[in-house]
């Protein structure tokens, strides 16, 4: 909206897909960058930016609006709810080992353009059968890599390591960054993991089997993932995988019930 010659709110969505419970995936909103201007609050900004993409969002067909609640209380009010929950990992990499043994082999890559495809492939066959996922936009994988610098922070610097099964072919990666810290002269770095999506359970044990003994660290943290994620279930001393800062995750709006799920619901 525009007062006075002066753009005083915003309101974007952009179409994606969601996963379902049973596998199906489902046109949805994707919603971001809600603002009004400090200057103009309180004058029904919002609620008349939210009636307008709403009925936007209906007639384009797509099931859901879903977004990220930076100020949780103010969704409820357009029928936002809590649809999953998230939480961070830390791992304690110096009070534990791993069950097992690797069953495939991890290998560093520097992020680019042509490795782009490969991680996108990897997180496509992960996200259609991970329910609560959604379809990642395509320009966005050169801010996560570090290929375009960011509009509202310092551009992504990192690393990409891809797990290959005994086939050779790369059914999972991880992107990380670490944090420098130093206690009595020693290292006491985390890794921080940005992103670990794998096609096999395998494949994710050896990826958080690689990350945890990396020289200098001390910790691993992921986030955000979760709450029931595998950590514990990898370790010798499951304590030393701990989940912290759980809540609600994305918040989703349902505009309408497909037809044919319509239909199944009433069987």
């Not at 990666?173 to 794998?198: F, G, I, S």
Request: net charge positive.
């Amino acid at each position: 909206p525009v007062v006075d010659g002066r753009i005083c709110g915003t309101f974007r969505s952009w179409p994606t897909e969601l996963t379902v419970p049973g596998g199906a995936r489902l046109p949805a909103a994707g919603v971001s960058a809600v603002t009004v201007l400090p200057t103009h609050r309180r004058r029904g900004i919002l609620r008349a930016m939210v009636s307008t993409e709403h009925s936007a969002i209906r007639e384009q067909g797509q099931v859901f609006g879903m977004l990220y609640a930076a100020v949780y209380p103010t969704y409820g009010r357009f029928g936002y709810g809590p649809a999953c929950r998230e939480s961070t990992w830390t791992l304690d990499t110096e009070r534990t080992h791993f069950h097992g043994t690797p069953t495939g082999t991890v290998e560093l890559v520097t992020p680019s353009q042509e490795g782009r495809a490969t991680l996108h492939g990897v997180f496509e066959g992960w996200r259609i059968r991970q329910v609560g996922e959604l379809r990642r936009r395509e320009h966005s994988w050169d801010f996560e890599l570090g290929l375009r610098e960011e509009f509202w922070g310092p551009r992504w610097k990192g690393f990409v390591a891809l797990h290959r099964d005994e086939t050779g072919t790369v059914d999972g990666y991880a992107r990380y960054h670490a944090e420098e810290k130093w206690e009595q002269r020693q290292p006491r770095n985390t890794l921080v993991l940005d992103e670990l999506h794998a096609l096999t359970d395998a494949a994710n044990a050896d990826l958080w089997r690689f990350l945890a003994p990396v020289d200098w660290g001390s910790a691993v943290r992921a986030a955000p993932r979760t709450p029931s994620d595998r950590p514990p279930l990898l370790l010798a001393n499951a304590r030393a995988a701990s989940p912290s800062d759980v809540g609600a995750g994305i918040v989703v709006r349902v505009f309408d019930v497909p037809p044919a799920l319509g239909a199944r619901r009433q069987h």
